[in-house]
């Protein structure tokens, strides 16, 4: 069981949202508290505390400030209209965190400081989870390497730290295919890089390309590989591509973030539930192939998947000078699979994966 120490904060803001008609965007308002833990010198994690939501005290000299050892995580808690309060996949993103601190040399968080901590940060902020449709609290947990020292070197001391943000509908303004932009300059990741971690350098190299997008009116970067030939994510989702005889999506090696909806789909896809009599693949996928089955008619679907949008469909890529048209409608795959997922995480379809994990039962 997890020792730490609750300070609940003295001034607790009121709820900045109304429960009937939460308008609440995203990442923009924090919760009344944050759960930080502190690993130490003596190489272990130390004391864990639920603090008042504020700043962090870090030394000028710490490391993360300097050499960018960052990784995040994003989950989202689902407060049902019973009450009840679930997560999807928890489990996954405490696994990821700890690959990620594998290749950034940080100390990977305990299952008990990431599962622990998160369900008694968010029964301590319970009254934040939105009650109304589709909207989410958003749990960003965060490891950093925090030792004052200039030397290049692996940090010695690391914090772990969560923050809550309710989050909005993410289809409060419906669910429209978009359109994303072609990124032939900027790779975002490359084979022994950084690109398989949630590492937060990844998004700091995205940046400019995401600039670019927006200026041509949109709203993701289609990103390739160092190749520039081969189809890698879209934005910060994974990305599958739909034809006529079978499902694909890019298989993950090494550069490409291995996704929990990115798993979650291939497993739905793969199962006796599904509806579509096409092969599910992981395989290399080329821009060249997407464009030569366009021109045969194959290409029927895009979509991103990622825990923020869950399904993003995509109708068009564009570049400076063309652009492949791929559909103004939602296909049925994206439709079936955001249904499917959604369903799931508010507990109207069956959980027959065993997926969601009631607050209370975090451990
Ligand atoms: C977080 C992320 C994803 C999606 O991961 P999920 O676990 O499905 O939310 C995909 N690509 C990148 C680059 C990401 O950062």
């Not at 730490?4 to 607790?12: Q, R, S, T, W």
């Not at 009937?20 to 924090?30: E, H």
């Not at 998947?305 to 795959?333: H, L, M, R």
Request: charged letters at 20%; glycine letters at 8%.
């Amino acid at each position: 069981m997890l020792d730490f120490k609750l300070h609940l904060n003295p001034n607790p803001k009121p709820l900045p949202f109304s429960q009937d008609n939460a308008n609440l965007g995203f990442g923009q308002i924090f919760t009344d508290h944050i759960f930080v833990s502190q690993y130490g010198k003596n190489k272990s994690w130390g004391s864990s505390e639920i603090l008042p939501y504020g700043s962090l005290a870090l030394d000028p000299a710490s490391s993360v400030l300097h050499y960018g050892q960052a990784l995040f995580e994003g989950m989202k808690a689902f407060g049902r209209t019973d009450g009840s309060i679930w997560l999807f996949r928890p489990e996954y993103n405490w696994k990821r965190m700890c690959d990620g601190a594998e290749r950034l040399c940080l100390p990977p968080p305990s299952r008990e400081i990431f599962l622990e901590g998160l369900k008694h940060l968010v029964s301590t902020d319970r009254q934040w989870v939105p009650r109304s449709q589709g909207s989410t609290l958003y749990i960003r947990p965060t490891l950093i390497g925090s030792e004052a020292f200039l030397g290049l070197r692996p940090a010695e001391e690391a914090k772990f730290f969560i923050v809550l943000s309710p989050a909005g509908s993410y289809y409060a303004e419906g669910f429209a295919p978009l359109k994303i932009w072609l990124e032939r300059h900027d790779v975002r990741a490359v084979p022994g890089g950084l690109g398989a971690v949630k590492a937060g350098a990844n998004y700091a190299a995205s940046l400019r390309a995401s600039i670019m997008a927006k200026s041509k009116k949109c709203s993701q970067v289609l990103w390739l590989d160092s190749t520039h030939e081969a189809i890698e994510e879209v934005g910060t989702m994974n990305v599958f591509f739909v034809f006529k005889d079978e499902i694909v999506t890019p298989a993950l090696n090494g550069s490409i973030l291995p996704g929990c909806v990115r798993d979650s789909a291939l497993q739905l896809l793969r199962s006796k539930h599904s509806p579509f009599a096409k092969k599910v693949s992981e395989r290399r996928l080329t821009l060249a192939e997407i464009t030569e089955r366009k021109a045969k008619g194959e290409l029927e679907e895009c979509f991103g998947t990622g825990t923020a949008a869950v399904i993003s469909p995509v109708g068009e890529i564009c570049d400076e000078t063309s652009s492949i048209s791929i559909s103004k409608e939602v296909g049925a795959v994206s439709q079936w699979l955001l249904a499917t997922l959604q369903g799931i995480q508010w507990g109207i379809i069956e959980d027959s994966f065993s997926w969601m994990t009631r607050l209370e039962d975090l451990s």
